[in-house]
T-cell receptor, first 113, second 109 residues
Framework: ETGVTQSPTHLIKTRGQQVTLRCSSQSGHNTVSWYQQALGQGPQFIFQYYREEENGRGNFPPRFSGLQFPNYSSELNVNALELDDSALYLC????????????FGQGTRLTVV | AQRVTQPEKLLSVFKGAPVELKCNYSYSGSPELFWYVQYSRQRLQLLLRHISRESIKGFTADLNKGETSFHLKKPFAQEEDSAMYYCALGVGGYQKVTFGTGTKLQVIP
């Protein structure tokens, strides 16, 4: 059984650019959630994908978008990067259902300069 | 809107002393509460959830709806308990999970 993997681990981008972060879910998991964790803060929910469709969204602007693929892997895209987008981005996968555990990846550290 | 408050950024206790990490939540519906832990250089992982009412690594947490609290407790702290602890609230069938800001637990030998 493989765990949740995210790529890249670190990334530096310039303000105004676009970025794509990737997540491979754990084997057997069909639901992926993305979180933003700023320094000194807890993770903040961005959105969740289930069966390739967005299934819940937090308070993030439309320039944060995502995709889920048939193999349940997922991408987080951020357009028009701002300095405040600098954070650790976490991906978590889980099975469908209410009482299932979410497994987190190690995160992607994004720095916007 | 839901909110999770963890009032302590840092909690230092001596080995063998009792531990209580505080968590209060704000939510008008029926909450699903969790505690997540992040050990040094490891990824975030689920420690326990209120619905299963289990004890993990000696930790327990009871949901108190009257006080809207879900404090994490352990009678005797161990050095390996040193980590970052996050309280989290799940709503909408866990579609949206709200995390607190976290408490760093430091167990002094």
């Amino acid at each position: 059984e493989t765990g949740v993997t995210q790529s890249p681990t670190h990334l530096i981008k310039t303000r105004g650019q676009q970025v794509t972060l990737r997540c491979s879910s754990q084997s057997g998991h069909n639901t992926v959630s993305w979180y933003q964790q700023a320094l000194g803060q807890g993770p903040q929910f961005i959105f969740q994908y289930y069966r390739e469709e967005e299934n819940g969204r937090g308070n993030f602007p439309p320039r944060f978008s995502g995709l889920q693929f048939p193999n349940y892997s997922s991408e987080l895209n951020v357009n028009a990067l701002e300095l405040d987008d600098s954070a650790l981005y976490l991906c978590a996968s889980s099975e469908t259902g209410k009482n299932t555990e979410a497994f987190f990846g190690q995160g992607t550290r994004l720095t916007v300069v | 809107a839901q909110r999770v408050t963890q009032p302590e950024k840092l909690l230092s206790v001596f080995k063998g002393a009792p531990v209580e990490l505080k968590c209060n939540y704000s939510y008008s519906g029926s909450p699903e509460l969790f505690w997540y832990v992040q050990y040094s250089r490891q990824r975030l992982q689920l420690l326990l959830r209120h619905i299963s009412r289990e004890s993990i690594k000696g930790f327990t947490a009871d949901l108190n709806k009257g006080e809207t609290s879900f404090h994490l407790k352990k009678p005797f702290a161990q050095e390996e308990d040193s980590a970052m602890y996050y309280c989290a609230l799940g709503v909408g069938g866990y579609q949206k999970v709200t995390f607190g800001t976290g408490t760093k637990l430091q167990v002094i030998p």
